[in-house]
């Protein structure tokens, strides 16, 4: 049975009554096993209570000046203002909770203040998700509601959608390749799997929140701790400087599903701030002693089954003001370095590449040079461009890496390569110092469940808000202003970046020592499984990604599809009367729905034959003209193709290059990538 809890503030409240339940109820509705066939993951039982706490163990001296000043500083470097519509991810800890407190000061004390309305502060909403994995799940958030309101914030509950209690599948397996790296690094610690999936649906559920109500920016309220113990995390596991800079500072997020913003058609965004980032766990607690607020405490933050929790044990057993302020020096160093590299690969693709509205990209070998850009910026610039064209997020490492730094700097370029779902070869006539970036395609288009229908007469009517241009353009000035020009870790490896930092004397030799101890701790416990030893490339791409070859994709006439995050399709019937059509034998005037696919080497083939027709018909003249546009498109970008038949699997059009069968059809495709070349802005100052 779930037991009542009743706490009495230091404040003189009464907290309300929380429920608590044990892992091994979770772990009845929520198995691993049965979900994740591939991770056979057992989850340990563990009680553990989620309750609010008192404030009596905080220090009574509270530096409101210092945290104000802080606060309005980073929110100065993401270009925001106190009349700007913004969402807060709370979960009712102290760190969430101390962001409320912060940026309801902020929203009414800055210039020109801004009002309330029935009690609550204007353009601010907070979020909390109900993950809905136990009873008492939908009872928390509801307190954690009411605390945040009572505060003058308005608080909104976003709940996941589960089916009998558990993540729907199709949701998991999209999540499952989403977070499959992420997965293999914390595969032996037990529960991490539950952490994964439920910091997945918390993001994809405030997002949502955000896109629907049309709020450009959300703050969530990572701090200087959890950089420190991401730094630990990932030096343990060999990441590199660019990995060691932890979390960007703001960033711009994409929304999963196709929300387009109509008047510079592209995907909607939202900016996501972390302006805790100069603050530390201890400055949370004593901010809300400031704004006289309980939080949430999770015993399970204190479980040394989760890597996290280990490292942050560790933290805080050696921690000392040397200590971390060192640990901070060595972090501030990698974000330079970040920062720099960021900007390189921004220059170079501004100089270097062109994209095209057929979907594949043309990299300028002559203006890049590659020989002259250090590995680093290159290896940033490749994997920008190849994540863009492929639309698959993942990073590219180790010898596929390796083998494309190999490739582009092979000047001129003679061959042909794939990877990382990219083919890329050398741009006809261009004697090699061209390179021809295109999404490589040798399977069947993805399952239906991947693919999302959507009307853009709806899209259109969304309104649209200038003030999230505004706040990007404000923080991107703020970054130009701080270039940074001068940095110490570019030629530092993985293994090398704590020695250079010793080296310039950001670490004392005490500090290197526990840090190396503390890195050395958690490798050791690293313990990796040979089946998931793979590359990315190598796992699985040819068995959750896409569905098998007797998988149709069938479209609807008036209506979209937008495919594998980059290509919107339409077709539909025009006004205009063939021949064919009076006589009832129209293809296209016959056909309730077509099927779609890529383009295929028999596609070609019947364009030149109806092309040699002597009848001089709407299809012979419409070939003619695709024939000649596929002259000038290299082959390989042609199979990214999308094409459209009939139930005879007649080819009827080719949209991208203007061919139809039958004046009768109007069809169209527009490559509409979900997320823009280089992932749109972010500051890592």
């Not at 470097?77 to 913004?86: D, N, S, W």
């Amino acid at each position: 049975m779930a037991r009542g809890v009743a706490l009495r503030c230091c404040n003189g409240r009464k907290s309300s009554t929380l429920l608590y339940s044990s892992i091994a109820k979770v772990s009845l509705s929520f198995s691993p096993k049965t979900l994740f066939a591939s991770f056979p993951i057992q989850p340990r039982r563990q009680s553990f209570s989620r309750l609010f706490c008192n404030l009596s163990s905080v220090p009574n001296t509270v530096d409101e000046t210092k945290y104000k000043e802080v606060f309005n500083r980073r929110m100065a470097m993401a270009g925001l203002k106190p009349h700007h519509r913004i969402a807060l991810g709370v979960s009712g800890g102290p760190d969430s909770m101390a962001l409320c407190v912060l940026t309801a000061k902020w929203k009414t004390e800055g210039l020109n203040g801004v009002s309330k309305t029935n009690g609550l502060i204007d353009g601010l909403v907070a979020v909390a998700v109900d993950h809905g994995l136990r009873q008492e799940s939908r009872d928390e958030a509801e307190l954690v509601c009411s605390r945040v309101s009572d505060m003058g914030i308005r608080c909104e509950i976003a709940r996941c959608d589960w089916v009998n209690g558990r993540p729907k599948q199709g949701h998991l397996q999209e999540a499952a390749r989403d977070m499959r790296l992420l997965i293999f690094f914390l595969l032996y610690v037990k529960l991490a799997v539950y952490v994964i999936l439920l910091l997945y649906y918390r993001y994809q559920m405030i997002s949502n929140v955000c896109f629907r109500q049309q709020i450009g920016v959300l703050l969530i309220a990572h701090h200087a701790d959890d950089q420190a113990e991401l730094f630990i995390l990932r030096l343990s596991r060999g990441s590199g400087v660019l990995g060691l800079a932890g979390t960007s500072f703001a960033s711009e997020i994409f929304s999963q599903d196709l929300e387009l913003d109509v008047k510079h058609m592209k995907n909607r965004s939202i900016l996501l701030v972390r302006p805790l980032l100069d603050l530390w766990k201890e400055d949370m607690y004593k901010i809300c002693q400031w704004g006289r607020q309980d939080w949430v405490e999770d015993p399970t933050n204190l479980s040394q089954l989760y890597v996290r929790n280990r490292i942050r044990t560790s933290i805080g057993n050696l921690q000392s003001d040397t200590f971390k302020s060192e640990l901070q020096a060595v972090i501030s160093e990698c974000r330079r370095t970040r920062s720099f590299v960021d900007k390189v690969c921004t220059d170079l693709i501004n100089q270097t590449v062109s994209v095209t509205d057929k979907g594949y990209a043309v990299l300028d070998l002559e203006r890049l040079n590659p020989t002259e850009v250090k590995d680093i910026c290159l290896s940033k610039y490749l994997t920008a461009v190849l994540q863009f064209i492929s639309q698959r997020q993942r990073p590219i490492r180790g010898n596929t890496l390796k083998l494309l730094l190999n490739y582009i700097r092979a000047i001129p370029c003679r061959t042909s390569l794939t990877a990382a779902g990219c083919y890329l070869s050398p741009a006809p006539g261009s004697k090699g110092t061209k390179v021809i970036v295109s999404c490589f395609l040798d399977i069947s288009l993805p399952s239906k469940t991947e693919i999302l229908n959507i009307c853009l007469n709806e899209a259109r009517k969304r309104p649209t808000s200038d003030d999230f241009g505004q706040i990007i353009s404000a923080a991107k000035t703020f970054s130009d202003q701080n270039r940074v020009s001068d940095v110490q870790f570019l030629d530092a490896a993985s293994e090398s970046v704590l020695s250079k930092a010793r080296e310039l004397n950001l670490l004392s030799e005490s500090t290197y020592t526990t840090i190396g101890l503390l890195q050395r701790d958690e490798t050791n416990r690293f313990i990796t499984k040979k089946e998931n030893n793979k590359s990315v490339d190598e796992s699985e791409d040819h068995g959750t990604n896409v569905a098998s070859s007797s998988d149709k994709v069938h479209l609807l006439p008036g209506r979209d599809l937008y495919l594998m995050n980059r290509l919107l399709i339409r077709w539909d019937l025009s006004s205009h009367q063939c021949d064919e059509a009076r006589c009832g034998k129209c293809p296209v005037r016959t056909a309730t729905t077509m099927e779609v696919r890529h383009m295929v080497e028999s596609d070609w083939l019947y364009l030149a034959e109806l092309s040699r027709s002597s009848s001089r018909d709407h299809s012979t003249s419409s070939s003619h003209k695709a024939l000649r546009s596929l002259k000038s498109i290299p082959a390989a970008a042609r199979r990214s193709f999308l094409v459209l038949v009939n139930h005879c699997g007649l080819l009827l059009s080719v949209p991208a290059i203007g061919f139809s069968y039958c004046p009768c059809l109007k069809a169209s495709t527009v490559f509409l990538p979900r997320v823009p070349l280089g992932g749109g802005f972010s500051s890592f100052l």
